[in-house]
């Protein structure tokens, strides 16, 4: 066999073990998915869903669907977010999503059941 070859075949092997093991020591982003319901517990679609990253402040929204539902994907595991919904002058309690919680899905299900500003 070829030594150029050989030596070619070895280094793409290095490559692709070298690439297995990074892609294991990167921590598994956080999908938050779920549902926002009324006071009777219908669906509320039209919904603004707020996930805020509490290291950056960084805010990111979502508009929830006909049936109620949102989804984050992409989430980082080591920092803490917190996450509500509004709708209407109502709001749900906001929600901590933790770094202690090792969930990587997370299914959220918030209740618009306050008027905004209450405590």
């Known amino acids: ?3 150029n070859r050989v030596t070619i075949t070895f280094f793409l092997i290095l490559m692709a073990v070298a690439s297995a093991t990074a892609q294991k020591n990167q921590p598994q982003l956080r999908t938050v998915h779920g549902t926002v319901v009324d006071k009777q517990e ?7 869903v707020y996930v805020e990253n509490k290291k950056t402040k960084f805010v990111r929204t979502a508009l929830t669907d006909d049936r109620g539902l949102y ?3 992409g989430l980082d595991p080591n920092v803490d977010f917190e996450i ?4 209407n002058g109502m709001t749900s ?7 202690f ?5 997370l299914d959220i299900t918030l ?3 306050k008027k905004k500003g209450e405590q």
């Open 71 to 73: 989804r984050f994907s």
């Open 84 to 87: 509500h919904a509004e709708l």
């Open 111 to 113: 209740k618009l059941d």
């Open 93 to 99: 309690i906001i929600h901590t999503i933790s770094t």
């Open 42 to 48: 219908n669906p509320v679609s039209a919904a603004i």
């Open 101 to 105: 919680d090792s969930r990587n899905d």
């Open 1 to 3: 066999m070829n030594p």
